[in-house]
């Protein structure tokens, strides 16, 4: 009961903590927003926290007392701000806005009541709460490196079994109902994020439309609720260029946190490692002049990369697809001239966006036909330089390439599918914002 | 469209919300899924188990995802298909062909849904 108790005071403290930290650096970002934005970080807090707990062999309740020292430093060097985010607010503060969002937010519920699952997808049980058991405990987490557990792929990030096993740890049991929870408020996030800062731009029409995408679209739905980690990556992969976006209105100290999140990308999925190295080379050849960015994006990204760097180096084994086991690394010209294998994929890849990602598809060939430069924009040649690479990894999967793609592909796509929608309404408000503008102005004339 | 309407229509859509959640949680946990009838049937084990140690698994069922199933459910702790520790873990559908282990001894054995689960380890 302590412990249940300690880890709410300290949960609650410390996202008021963030909320304080996000604010001061996020400039103009509406209230939501700034919200939505701190519960995001709060997750990746709190396995940035449970990592060197298991790392240092140390229990639940030094890295509560750890915190909870954290949150009271805090607290004391901030309680100005603290007396902010507490003061209160009636429901009359409620506007038009806040109002679609809680309609979607009702509508997304009815879907979790109906389809959610007790223990989620195979690969949610099999895989991401397997491990959050086998961390739960710090004293026999070493387990997770077993070769007997090998099949559930060890050298997975662990952000999302930490994120379970630290309120496991905090409720004092291995309910199924907190993995459930974290699935729902994923499910529930990507969409309002999406909404508010589109809303944030100034243009309600593509944020209601970016609502009614996520409302309806059964296929992010089936997954989000799936409790797997890949809707964590996308929600992630979502906030980074969110961030990047407003970074161009604010370049003042955001970059820290668009290093921070982008680096803990690289702490959910292997596939989120390719994107944060993508993403920082990117951002280094872009602002290669402007050194005191750059710093500031370094520091940000410093304590998530340690934590990963430090899981792949000491602790985990190496991935099945890079390993030495992977035989096709050693018959690259075969596997590289096999047209047959292009073919296969390219053909998956179209089916699979027809079958599941028509949204996306639509709103790339409107995009295509009024604005093609957004294709040219850094966002959009990181999620092609994606694309590419996960390409190659297909070509030289030692798996059975058919059934590679079928257990995988659907969720590669779902991990750029949210960031894809919130880019592709972006550039078609800015069409719609520029054609407004020179309709005004030739009115003018 | 009416600013007092929304004022009472917010609260009422956020417990709405709430309410359905709590429910729906409410019914996952009351619902049996076959996890949750094996790990019943697994509940008393652990015990019996030094936590660091690693047990075998034996089972007379063809399905490969038992095994994962048992895994999930006994995690923390180990449980290998491939070597035979001194500790093993038994499942043994009634209606299969149930293998008896000399020189071993039961430490606690039970029988529900037609499936004998026992823990069982080398005789010294």
Known sequence: MITLLLTLINVFLLFTGIYTIVKRVSAGDSKPLLLLSSVVILFIVISLFYFPMLALNQSFITLQLLILIINLAHIYFTKTTLYDFFKYRSFSSVNLNCFWALGAVLFLTVYFILFASKYGSWDAWAIWNLHAKLISRPELWHNLFSNNVAYSHSDYPLMLPSIVAFFWNGVGSLSPIIPILVSYSLLLIIPLLIYFSLLNEGDKLYAYLALIIFVIDNNYKTIAISQCADTLLSLLILLTFIQYKNLKTDAANRVYILGFICASCAWVKNEGVVFYILFTIGFLLSNYKNIQTLKKYFIGMIIPALVVVSFKLFFSPANDLISANNKQLFSLVTVLSDTGRYLTIFKFGINTLISNYMPALILIFVVLTLNRKAFLSFPSIIISSLLVIYFVIYLITPHDLSWHLSTSLYRLFQQIYPALIYLLLLSLKNIRLNGFSVAHNTGNR | ?124
């Not at chain 2, 709405?16 to 409410?26: D, P, S």
């Not at chain 2, 095994?67 to 491939?82: D, G, K, W």
């Open chain 2, 1 to 124: 469209m009416n600013l007092t309407k929304l004022k009472y229509t917010a609260p009422v859509l956020i417990i709405a919300t709430i309410l359905m959640v709590i429910l729906k949680l409410y019914q996952l946990n009351k619902i049996d899924f076959d996890i949750d009838i094996l790990a019943k049937q697994l509940a008393p084990l652990p015990k019996y188990i030094k936590p660091n140690s690693t047990i075998g698994l034996y089972t007379n069922n063809s399905d490969p995802q038992l095994f994962m199933e048992v895994q999930y459910i006994m995690a923390p702790q180990i449980v290998s298909n491939t070597s035979v520790p001194d500790t093993i873990l038994l499942i043994q559908n009634k209606a299969g062909l149930v293998k008896t282990f000399e020189h071993y001894r039961t430490i606690i054995q039970n029988q529900d849904n037609g499936r004998i689960v026992s823990l069982i380890t080398k005789d010294k």
